[in-house]
């Protein structure tokens, strides 16, 4: 676990997704404040934290769909806010949908394929992308025809129709049944295994925490701290008087996060040592879905 | 062809399967003209107005309905920038309005053959009209894009004007010079917006 500027990350690579110092502020309230994260080609970044803690609007700003108050976002080496050639290489699911409701489920692919790639498809090659993400059968639908969990079904579909190098989600996992959800852990690990950098928001960790290289705790516009997927798994929200004596990260006036493998009998142990008055011990995950 | 341009297409061909609608949203600009002429056998004056009137309509339902689908903004997560489609929607305006002034100008000349008023043809004056129209409904269509309440006032101004205009307006002259200095109005006010499109809070 590693406080917010505790340490100094070391990349090696290039950095497929590079948020500098990003602040963003919007109708004057600052919704993000000196952001920075990285992540390397094959990565993947799990961003966690309360609703309001600015995760989506991180994710925005990658996509070009924002402009930074200051700071730097560079995808791919390039401005995904100014340059659509960035924006190319990025592969995206937002959490509201992004597809033509007008066109059926084939014209939609047909439409983000030469996009992306400049040319017509092969012929059969959507038919094949179609048939991956369980849609043959709907290919001739209107988008606007289909379910949450259809329409989920052909934003992955999207993700296989070129090789973006730089992968943002934005709880790719809603609205999926469980085969849906499979699909996409097996596209992101693809996508990832070709070298993609993935920046993923979700609170369905079940799921996301598989796909993650690290978790980004974000609370109030600004990341927290840093965990690998084992540390956040077995890390605790501690509160109570007296937990500025603990050795953890702290979070509020009267909490700290703490990572204790042995569980909570050594944090209550820890607490009783240090004299802290403890009031709850709960785990993080809890303690965010708690949140919102 | 262009991938935008084709995707607009495509979407036209849709809307125009399923939605009914469209079809009462251009016959009744289509229709007050019509009217109009049949009443004071003066043709050519309403054609730039109620073409101008023509296009605008159904652009900013398409507009009010892709922002209510998320396919605004989030269509600018892909390799698309608001010219792109402000461009496909513009030539794919103009090239309507052109079919649809020069199919209404033939249709004129025909109904007033028929009804006895010898004086309309196929004039430099229908032409004019029919060509200001489709310029007038082209830089319509991408100014209801903008989010802007001032710029989707300033339209919906310029359509009201068009429709009573279509009943004022004698002089085909006055009517081609009318629908210019509201489409320049508008472009001005839609290219500005178009180009902050971004800027404005978008997402």
Excluded at chain 1, 88 to 114: A, C, P
Excluded at chain 1, 272 to 281: D, I, P, Q, S, T
């Amino acid at each position: 676990m590693h406080a917010h500027h505790a340490r100094r990350w070391s990349w090696e690579g290039t950095l497929m997704i590079e948020y500098e110092h990003v602040s963003y502020t919007a109708n004057g309230q600052e919704i993000l404040r000196e952001v920075t994260l990285k992540a390397e080609p094959g990565e993947c970044v799990l961003l966690v934290g309360p609703n309001g803690s600015g995760k989506s609007t991180l994710l925005k700003l990658g996509l070009g769909l924002l402009k930074p108050t200051s700071g730097t976002v560079r995808v791919c080496g390039g401005n995904p806010y100014s340059s659509k050639e960035t924006r190319r290489k990025i592969g995206f699911i937002m959490d509201s949908d992004v597809l033509d409701v007008l066109l059926t489920g084939k014209e939609n692919l047909e439409f983000f394929y030469e996009l992306y790639n400049g040319s017509r498809p092969e012929s059969g090659f959507i038919n094949s992308v179609l048939e991956r993400v369980g849609l043959s059968e709907e290919a001739g639908k209107k988008a606007g025809q289909y379910s949450k969990g259809m329409r989920k079904r052909l934003e992955i579909g999207r993700l296989l129709l070129y090789h973006p190098k730089a992968v943002l989600l934005d709880e790719p996992f809603s609205g999926l049944d469980s085969g849906g959800k499979e699909l996409l852990v097996d596209v992101v690990r693809e996508l990832k295994n070709n070298g993609a950098a993935v920046v993923m928001v979700s609170h369905e960790t079940e799921f996301a925490l598989g796909l993650a290289d690290r978790v980004v705790l974000m609370v109030g516009g600004r990341t927290l701290a840093h965990f690998s997927p084992e540390e956040f798994s077995n890390a605790y929200v501690v509160s109570g008087e007296g937990t500025e004596n603990l050795d953890g990260i702290k979070l509020g006036p009267k909490s700290v996060i703490i990572v204790s493998r042995a569980g909570v009998d050594e944090i209550v142990s820890a607490c009783r040592e240090k004299g802290v008055a403890l009031e709850e011990v709960m785990p993080l995950m809890k303690a965010i879905r708690r949140e919102g | 062809m262009d991938a935008v341009l084709k995707h607009e297409l495509k979407r036209i061909k849709s809307s125009v399967r399923s939605w009914g609608i469209l079809y009462i949203i251009v016959a009744i600009p289509l229709g007050v003209p019509l009217l109009r002429g049949l009443a004071t056998k003066s043709w050519e004056a309403a054609l730039p107005l109620f073409l101008v009137a023509v296009l605008g309509p159904s652009s900013l339902g398409r507009y009010k309905q892709d922002v209510k689908n998320g396919l605004i903004p989030g269509i600018f997560a892909l390799p698309i920038e608001p010219w792109d489609i402000v461009r496909a929607r513009a030539l794919l305006s103009l090239t309507i309005s052109l079919a649809v002034g020069a199919l209404n100008a033939f249709v004129l000349w025909y109904v007033g053959r028929a009804v006895g008023n010898g004086g309309v043809s196929i004039t430099p004056a229908i032409v004019a009209a029919a060509l200001a129209g489709g310029v007038g409904s082209a830089l319509i269509s991408p100014s209801v894009w903008i989010k802007n309440v001032g710029v989707k006032m300033v339209s919906a101004f310029a359509m009201i004007v068009a429709l009573i205009g279509s009943f004022l307006f004698i002089s085909p002259l006055d009517a081609t010079l009318l629908a210019w200095a509201i489409s320049a109005l508008l472009l001005g006010a839609g290219a500005l917006c178009s180009i902050n499109l971004k800027k404005e809070g978008i997402g």
